[in-house]
């Protein structure tokens, strides 16, 4: 990855950070950006989202990706770059799985 697209996968995790919070509503979620990839060719971009709670993430993402369009608008507005990349969403399990481990660890050890 060059340094554009580093540059512009900041940029897009900083303000799609603040447009999330401001402009859509989760009910009992909170919803973090933990990574943002954008292609070579800088048409598309991936999205990774953190939920907690967990279980709400199906629905979180299904709030998000209905909105793509919406939230590509609100930052061609705050980032003026040409082309603005397509936004797609998937979540990030890291931190589940991370979690998960954990347990499990801390489980065989207090066998």
Same mark, same amino acid.
């Given at each position: 990855? &060059? =340094? ?9 995790? /900083?303000?799609?950070? /603040?447009?999330?919070?401001? +402009?859509?509503?989760? +009910? ?6 933990? /990574?943002?990839?954008? =292609?070579?060719?800088?048409? &598309? @971009? ?6 907690? $709670?967990?279980?709400? @993430? $199906?629905?979180? *993402?299904?709030?998000? @990706? #209905? ?17 603005? $990349? =397509? *936004?797609?969403? +998937?979540?990030?399990?890291? !931190? /589940? !799985?991370? !979690?998960?481990?954990?347990? @499990?660890?801390?489980?065989? #050890? &207090?066998?």
């Amino acid at each position: 990855m &060059n =340094y554009r697209n580093l540059r512009v996968a900041k940029l897009i995790k /900083e303000e799609l950070s /603040e447009i999330l919070m401001k +402009e859509l509503e989760f +009910e009992n979620a909170l919803i973090t950006i933990n /990574e943002v990839n954008v =292609y070579k060719d800088l048409l &598309n @971009a991936k999205v990774r989202l953190g939920v907690l $709670p967990v279980d709400k @993430a $199906p629905n979180a *993402l299904k709030i998000i @990706a #209905k909105q793509a369009g919406f939230l590509r608008k609100l930052l061609l507005k705050k980032i003026n770059i040409k082309p603005m $990349p =397509y *936004l797609s969403f +998937e979540i990030d399990r890291g !931190a /589940e !799985a991370a !979690a998960d481990f954990d347990k @499990a660890f801390l489980k065989s #050890k &207090n066998k």
